[in-house]
């Protein structure tokens, strides 16, 4: 599986981007899929993730809930970040990654695949 992931950029604080991240492959619709960003100087950190079963399940770390919503597209073979409200510490490189299990796992490790990244930046 390979992941590309796009729609990051420069955007004022309070505003909002939409990434995207499309997979290669036909097994897309058996892949949990995640985002997770990395800021200048600080480790990964896991932001949301939808199940491949289940209806979708999400989740979400607490720093984004309410503000960020992820969603896929089985036909399209892509997930959607769509980042509102966006504050200056969500500045960070946002990567889509793909995995082989089952719920929404938080953790990296649990991940196959990743995308090469996206950089988001959000000014005060």
């Known amino acids: 599986v390979q992941l590309q992931a796009s729609g990051g950029g420069l955007v004022q604080a309070g505003g909002s981007l939409r990434l995207s991240c499309a997979a290669s492959?036909?097994?897309?619709?058996?892949?949990?899929m995640g985002w997770f960003r990395q800021a200048p100087g600080k480790e990964r950190e896991f932001v949301t993730a939808?199940?491949?079963?289940?209806?979708?399940?999400?989740a979400y770390a607490d720093s984004v809930k309410g503000r960020f919503t992820i969603s896929r597209d089985n036909a399209k073979n892509t997930v959607y970040l769509q980042m509102n409200s966006l504050k200056p510490e969500d500045t960070a490189v946002y990567y889509c990654?793909?995995?082989?299990?089952?719920?929404?796992?938080?953790?990296?490790?649990?991940?196959?695949?990743w995308g090469q990244g996206t950089l988001v930046t959000v000014s005060s």
């Open positions: 939808i199940s491949w079963n289940n209806g979708g399940i999400t």
């Open positions: 990654a793909a995995g082989v299990v089952g719920g929404t796992p938080r953790h990296s490790a649990s991940y196959d695949y």
């Open positions: 492959g036909r097994t897309f619709r058996s892949y949990a």
